[in-house]
């Protein structure tokens, strides 16, 4: 047997090959067992050395990224736009504008069921056009639109319709903007949602013909009716977002709050409005009194107390119309927000079952990978009954995920709009309510100087205060308390202008007061300068006013 390779003698002894087959075996050279050769120590010294230096490099690594908290928000972004493809920034836009609404029809008709015109625009792809104009819709086909996205969409909170009338009265200027006003606060949320905008039923709302709409697709909830009233009855599933867990307890408590608010401001404003009924009656029983020296006096009073019984009932009114309106739609929209969080719940429980089916299939499948003799057809049952639950299980996860970061998103939004309508509603109900309380205190001065002319004493000396009274030019004084210059009341200065000073001093029951004897004159001096009746007096109650004098005339009432 000869080598292959040729023998070389001037070659060096480290890079020298052995090719010799009758040369001594390896195994001679070898350590014995138990000694540990110096080259394999420094080869094992140095991986020992290496994976330390990558164990450090790794933390080193780990602690970079937990110092840079962009990275994080990036990863977080990346991770939510792959889940919820639909919240990427996107060119697609929905602008509604509501400009004008019809009632036509039967009473109850024009109540329940108006028609609203409105105009869109859009750049969607799922319209056949992007400018619609006049498109005529009920609010019918509003609640049929409302139905379907609520069961379609499950990830988002769907805003709840609004009535298609207000506590204004349906004849009212007041009933028509609000009424425009509230639908198109509802198409801003909608188009605010870029599920909502991507879900051609939308397209198909909008392009279809007046009242003929109905959803041609369908959708589903997790569970109706009996089953699902059963399944509320149990306790929620353990819930890993603490966001979520807390907000379905926060908004069941506003809705069970604003419908008590609800309930006892409806009885509130119901005896209110049975209060101006006995003003009114009350005010009428001095009209009709017949006396030969204070006839005129007895009209004028009972002429004023049917004007502030009628004032009573429109603030009653007012009370329901600004808050009630308000309260009934924030509870008819957190019971829909309630709702969507118990759907959540329901898909948990369904995560919950489908983990439970997947490991049973896995342990069957286990077992019979276990058994010796195995029939084929048991098998492919097996394995197609365990792949059928592995996507099922993956299903529900994904949607589960994807229902859960969408509706943390939209918890801040839904609170956002409740924050904003309940201060705004009860904004707007104390301003209406100020604004006829000034005008029921305006009626009242009207009749001041007479109550007071009544008595020879300026009707306060049974309150043991005659010395207040100097004489009769004091009686005939009539003192307007709103003025230009603010408040006698308040201790601030503030300027009002002449429309302003018109709509306090000039109210919509002067016309209802047809008084007889002297009413033409206290007209004009009104009309021509409402806030100096007695400039002589006036000027004198004006220097002579100091901050002593204004306490003490704080402190008397009003009669």
């Known amino acids: 047997m000869t080598s292959v390779v040729a023998y070389d003698p001037n070659e060096d002894d480290d890079d020298m090959i052995d090719n010799n087959p009758f040369a001594r075996s390896i195994l001679e050279n070898q350590p014995s067992i138990g000694e540990t050769p110096p080259q394999e120590e420094n080869e094992s010294e140095e991986r020992r050395e290496n994976s330390h230096n990558e164990a450090e490099q790794e933390q080193q690594v780990l602690r970079d990224a937990s110092l840079d908290p962009n990275d994080d928000n990036q990863q977080e972004e990346e991770e939510s736009f792959r889940i919820l493809p639909e919240r990427r920034p996107s060119k697609y836009t929905l602008l509604v504008k509501i400009k004008g609404m019809e009632r036509i029809g039967s009473t109850s008709n024009k109540k329940e069921n108006p028609t609203l015109i409105m105009d869109v625009q859009t750049n969607l792809p799922t319209f056949r056009k992007q400018n619609h104009k006049n498109i005529r819709k009920t609010p019918d086909e509003f609640q049929q639109l409302f139905k379907y996205l609520n069961g379609a969409i499950q990830e988002s909170f769907i805003p709840s319709v609004p009535r298609s009338f207000t506590n204004y009265g349906i004849n009212s200027n007041e009933d028509y903007e609000k009424t425009i006003k509230n639908f198109q606060e509802w198409f801003n949320r909608i188009c605010e949602d870029p599920l909502i905008l991507r879900n051609e039923e939308v397209a198909f709302f909008i392009e279809s013909d007046f009242n003929t709409y109905s959803p041609i697709n369908k959708s589903k909830l997790p569970a109706t009716g009996l089953k699902r009233k059963t399944l509320k009855q149990l306790a929620p599933p353990y819930d890993e977002t603490v966001e979520l867990a807390e907000f379905r307890p926060l908004v069941k408590s506003i809705y069970w709050r604003c419908q008590d608010i609800d309930s006892k401001l409806s009885k509130v404003s119901r005896s209110k409005k049975i209060l101006s009924q006995e003003e009114n009656s009350f005010g009428q029983g001095f009209v009709n009194m017949d006396d030969q020296g204070q006839s005129h006096l007895y009209k004028k009073f009972g002429k004023i107390l049917i004007a502030v019984g009628d004032i009573d009932s429109v603030i009653a009114t007012l009370d329901i119309a600004t808050l009630h309106d308000a309260l009934e739609w924030i509870v008819k929209d957190s019971y829909v927000v309630k709702e969507a969080l118990t759907n959540r719940h329901l898909i ?36 197609r009954h365990l792949k059928t639950s592995t996507m099922d299980e993956q299903l529900l996860t994904n949607k589960l995920k994807r229902v859960t970061m969408n509706m943390l998103i939209e918890r801040q939004t839904w609170l956002e709009w409740y924050e904003n309508k309940m201060s705004n509603s009860i904004k707007e109900y104390a301003l209406r309510k100020i604004e006829y309380e000034r005008k029921k205190l305006t009626l009242l001065e009207r009749i001041r100087s ?93 220097t002579s006013l100091d901050a002593r004098s204004a306490a003490t005339m704080l402190g008397l009432p009003t009669f």
Do not use: C, Y
């Open 348 to 383: 948990m429980r369904e995560l919950m079952q489908a983990q439970q089916i997947l490991r049973t299939r896995q342990d069957q499948a286990r077992k019979l990978r276990a058994k010796r003799d195995i029939n084929p057809l048991k098998v492919d049952e097996a394995l």
């Open 450 to 542: 007479d109550v007071r002319r009544a008595d020879t004493n300026g009707g306060l000396s049974r309150l043991g205060r005659e010395g207040r009274v100097s004489g009769n030019d004091a009686m005939t004084t009539d003192i307007i308390s709103q003025s230009v210059d603010g408040d006698d009341w308040t201790g601030e200065a503030r300027r009002r202008s002449t429309s302003q000073m018109d709509k306090l001093a000039h109210t919509e029951f002067d016309k209802a007061l047809t008084i007889e004897a002297g009413a033409a004159t206290f007209s004009e001096t009104q009309s021509s300068s409402p806030f100096d009746t007695n400039e002589t007096a006036r000027a004198s109650e004006s």
